[in-house]
């Protein structure tokens, strides 16, 4: 199965924590998972930073998630044409590209948000 790691459950997965829950590990663990994050992903870290939100350097998250055998995901014109067409069920354009990016692929993309739910089928809440 291929997984797309939203922002969040990406960083809780380089860093083991805790509120990743079990079923959500093992779906990362499983045999012939394909584990993918977005440069999307890391966009967004590199935004956070520089607002100071967040303490993370971009360019080492990326290395941290290729080390643990996470696969990079470009963003790609085909993703950027599904953004331009998904309803406002949700306004943060970093959640918008990544459920845009599990459309177009197709790829599961997981994630803590609830209100991602709302996009359908290639999005699941862990």
Do not use: C, N
């Not at 499983?30 to 584990?35: D, I, K, N, S, T």
């Not at 990326?62 to 599904?82: M, N, S, T």
């Amino acid at each position: 199965m291929r997984y797309l790691l939203d922002t969040q459950v990406l960083l809780w997965a380089l860093a083991d924590d805790a509120r990743l829950a079990a079923p959500a590990r093992r779906l990362l663990l499983a045999p012939g998972a394909e584990v993918r994050y977005s440069l999307g992903s890391i966009w967004e870290i590199a935004i956070k930073r520089s607002l100071g939100k967040l303490d993370f350097e971009p360019g080492l998250i990326a290395d941290a998630a290729e080390a643990d055998g996470f696969v990079a995901l470009p963003i790609l014109r085909e993703h950027l044409g599904v953004v331009a067409s998904l309803t406002w069920h949700h306004r943060d354009p970093f959640d918008r590209l990544l459920v845009a990016q599990s459309v177009a692929e197709p790829i599961l993309l997981l994630t803590a948000d609830a209100a991602l739910a709302r996009y359908g089928p290639t999005v699941r809440v862990v």
